[in-house]
Every structure is written in C-alpha cells, then in structure tokens.
C-alpha cells in the first residue's frame, strides 16, 4: 500500500508518513499509534518515554559539533480528524489511510489525508532516524489528542522537557511563520423533547444535503462556507412554516474542529401538500446554491420518500429547535483590529443529532481574545437557554500570544528570506495550536510554528503539496543547523 508515496522526495519525510498512515489513530483512540511511536524511538536506542496522559517523549544528543546550541523541542500531535464521504467504504478503526499522487498533491481516497499532523510527526521521525542531519540535543514531543480537546499538551507536566526552544510543525502554509493562535472551548446544548405519533394522512421524506466543502473550522471559517447544519434548518425552517411539515429526525454534521458538509433530515408531509412542498424545496435550494455558487458549487440536495417512521418531534419543541438553530451564532463573530486579515472570535456549529426524544448540538468557539470568546460563549449560551436548552463548557483551551521579539523568529525569519528570496508572512492563525498550553507550562521556553502547505484538513478534500514538502525540509535542515547558541 502506498508505495508510490514512498519514492517521492524528500524519501526520508515521504517513507515515514506512509508508516505512520498505516497505523490507524483517531484522537481519543490513539493506544497503537503511542505503542508504534513507542516502539520506533526503542528501536534507535533513544530515550523513549511515555508520560501519564500518552504523549510519547523521544530524546536524541547533539551531533558533533552542535553540543554548545540551545536543545530544541520538536513538537506535532500524533492524533488525526477522522473524516470520510458517505460513499466511501471504510473503517478508520481498522484501516490504514489509502494515499494518491494527484499531480503536485497527495490524497487520501475518500477520507482524510492526516498530514494534519502527520507531516509534522514524519518530519520528526526522519531526524531522530537520521545520522547526517546536524542538530542540537532534540526532545521529540509527540502529544495526543490534539483535534478533540488537547488534553496531551494540557496533561503534560512542567519539568518533564528541558528544551528552551519549540519548533511547533503544525502551520498549513509553507511560507507562514505562525507566532500565535485561537484558543477555543466546546459549547454542547442538550435537551428532551416530547414524541408524538405520526399523524395519519402524511408521507415521509428523508432530505439529504450533501456535497458541500466543509474544512477546517477554524482555517477555513473565513472563506464562509455553507454550514450544512445550518443550511438544512433554513430549509426546515421555511417547509415547516408554510407547509406544517413535521419532523422526526436529524443527524448534521460530525467533529466540533470541521466544518460540516452534509446533513440528513427524515419529516413528514401532508398527502394533498407532496407536489408543493417539493417544488417549494427545489425553490428554496436553489435560492441557496445560487448564494453559495462560487464557494459551493457541488452542493447537492437529495429527496427520498421513506417508510413512516411511528413518532416526530411535538410541533412546540419543532418551532423552538428550528428558531434556536437560526439564531445561534455561527461563522466569524469578529476580526482582530489589530492583524488585518484575521479572524479573531468565531463559532461553527458542527453536529446538530435529533432522535427518539433528545436533541444534542455540538460548537466550537474559538478567539484570541478571552473577553471575546467569553462574550460569544455567553451569547451562545442565551440563545440556547431560551430554547430550553442545557448548556455545558468543556475543552477550554487558552490562545497563545504573539511575540514579535522572539529569538527564535528572528532566526528563521531570516533564514526564510535567505533560503527563498522573499519574505515570509509572520502572522497568528485562528487554529488552534497547542504552543498556547505547552506555554502555560513552560512560560519562558520561545516557540514559533510552521509546517509544509495543505490545503482541506479536518475534510475527505485534504491534500498535501508535494513542492512545498521540499521546500519545507529543506527550511527545517537549515533552522536546525542554525539554532542559537546557549
């Protein structure tokens, strides 16, 4: 399997990405891949360690000549989003990643890639494994977790590292110095509802939305691309108004960190009203694509009539769900005044579950700023509370603040322009990277983050540019032969 993967240059970083996507290792999951992680850092003879929560810690010495540099910590995460088409047959549990050469990029068929982290992880590997490449003394820092909730870095004990500098391999953009991020925190609304019987004389439909881009929520959440769990309640929301539909299921959406891309709805309409409330749908849709044409131009939307299912939500409880997801924030809340082009506070309702009397939707709310974060949160929060909703915070994970007087940005800033003739975009992202709580337990340790170019992470469309992976490695080789002195 992927063995046109293992011959692309550089063959050191590309072999061991394929190891690594053999292994399957969804966060919250990720027992093999620490015992692979294990396992490899045993087998060079390095001091392999694997602290309490999983984050595994592979030290290696200075080669010769570099013993007078600061120790680095090279630091990605070793989970990935699990993401697949509902076309496509496949079992993350079980099944290592299936890659393609598509051109310039590499896919996954029908799933995600994993280079969101994996690059990052495979970058490591390769220097630990090299014997030609110079360094300073290296703490190998891979955590778990990342994509759900970080609670490798936040698990991770002060004391356990003593590097002073962290290389975070965790930016998508290949000429991006990242010197700051979002923090986030999981907003989850729940609540009971009334069942009914199925009242006689309706027909039932399942709608299917699909074909939609999704992505990273907090990456993407610019582009303003169509929420599918948002965009299925304006379709609901219209039918119920002017044809009384009712509804007895629904399931949007997926992981908190993606955008989601398809959403499915089982309702009920009146007999004499079918032929109407179709063309209304159509109507409706339409209406939709032609906003989102140029950002979603695969939307698709599906009408199947199903059995009848013996129950729906109570009208009361419908009209609530149906106003509470129109009003619930979702998109970019605020631009920083203070970078220009970045999104400082956002929110992507990501899953929306209705099924046999409970009602579960999952966000995340990602800023910068606390106060922001703290003002959408509570925003949120009213809305849901109206609805008669219980609101529960988890997962609140703080931002990492830029430095612009950092040393170590300061070294590949300039290595950057030396190497490419061009200046590179030293800027924060609205991702949420793990530098802000590792900072948290090692204030005084100077971090910067950068990575190779991807394009479609936390979605079945990932793919990883095979240019800017050697380009990236050979900035690496340079930054590490270029760490400042202790």
């Known amino acids: 399997m992927n063995e046109e993967i293992r011959e692309l240059e550089p063959k050191i970083l590309w072999k061991k990405f394929a190891d690594l996507n053999e292994v399957p290792r969804p966060s919250k999951k990720e027992e093999r891949v620490i015992e692979f992680m294990k396992n490899f850092g045993n087998k060079l003879k390095l001091e392999t360690i694997v602290d309490k929560v999983g984050n595994v810690i592979i030290k290696k010495p200075a080669t010769s000549g570099m013993e007078d540099r600061k120790a680095v910590v090279l630091q990605s995460h070793l989970d990935m989003v699990h993401q697949k088409n509902n076309s496509t047959n496949f079992n993350f549990d079980t099944q290592g990643i299936e890659m393609y050469v598509d051109g310039d990029w590499v896919r996954a068929r029908g799933t995600t890639l994993g280079a969101d982290n994996g690059l990052g992880v495979a970058t490591i590997m390769a220097i630990l494994e090299s014997d030609s490449i110079a360094h300073p003394a290296i703490e190998a820092l891979f955590t778990i977790d990342e994509e759900t909730g970080m609670t490798g870095a936040k698990g991770l004990e002060p004391g356990l590292l003593k590097g002073e500098i962290l290389l ?3 930016t998508e953009e290949d000429d991006e110095i990242g010197i700051g991020c979002a923090g986030g925190v999981d907003v989850t609304a729940t609540r009971r509802y009334k069942e009914e019987e199925s009242p006689e004389g309706m ?18 959440i610019i582009k303003g691309l169509g929420n599918a769990n948002k965009l299925m309640n304006r379709l ?4 119920s108004e002017n044809f009384g539909v009712r509804i007895a299921e629904i399931s949007g959406g997926g992981l908190r960190n993606a955008i989601p891309r ?14 109407a409330f179709e063309s209304e749908l159509e109507n409706e849709f339409e209406s939709i694509h032609s906003e989102f044409l140029s950002l979603e131009p695969k939307m698709n939307l599906e009408v199947e009539k199903v059995e009848l299912p013996a129950k729906v939500m109570a009208m009361e409880t419908q009209e609530i769900l149906l106003k509470t997801v129109y009003a619930a924030h979702n998109g970019i809340f605020r631009m920083s005044p203070e970078i220009d082009g970045l999104v400082e506070t956002s929110n992507n309702i990501a899953k929306v579950e209705v099924k046999n009397g409970s009602i579960n939707m999952k966000c995340l709310t990602r800023s910068s700023v606390e106060s922001s974060k703290e003002d959408l949160t509570n925003a949120l929060s009213a809305v849901f509370e109206l609805g008669g ?15 612009r007087d950092s040393d170590i940005l300061k070294v590949l800033d300039n290595l950057y322009t030396k190497l490419f003739n061009e200046k590179a975009d ?24 950068f990575g190779p170019t991807i394009r479609g992470a936390h ?3 990932e793919r990883a540019s095979i240019s800017s992976s050697q380009k990236y490695w050979e900035f690496v080789i340079e930054i590490l032969k270029n760490i400042p002195k202790k």
Do not use: R
Not at 262 to 275: G, N, P, R, Y
Not at 431 to 449: Q, R, T
């Open 168 to 170: 975070n391999l965790d």
């Open 203 to 220: 027909s039932a439909f399942k709608i299917t939305l699909n074909g939609l881009q999704g992505g990273h929520s907090g990456m993407d």
């Open 236 to 239: 609901l929301y219209n039918a």
């Open 262 to 275: 398809e959403s499915e709805a089982v309702i009920l309409v009146d007999d004499f009203q079918i032929k």
């Open 389 to 403: 909703f219980e609101v529960s915070l988890s997962g609140d994970y703080p931002g990492w603040a830029p430095n």
């Open 426 to 449: 030293v800027a924060a992202c609205h991702a949420g990277l793990e530098c802000g709580i590792i900072g948290s337990h090692y204030p005084e340790m100077d971090m910067i983050s």
């Open 459 to 461: 979605s079945p469309d």
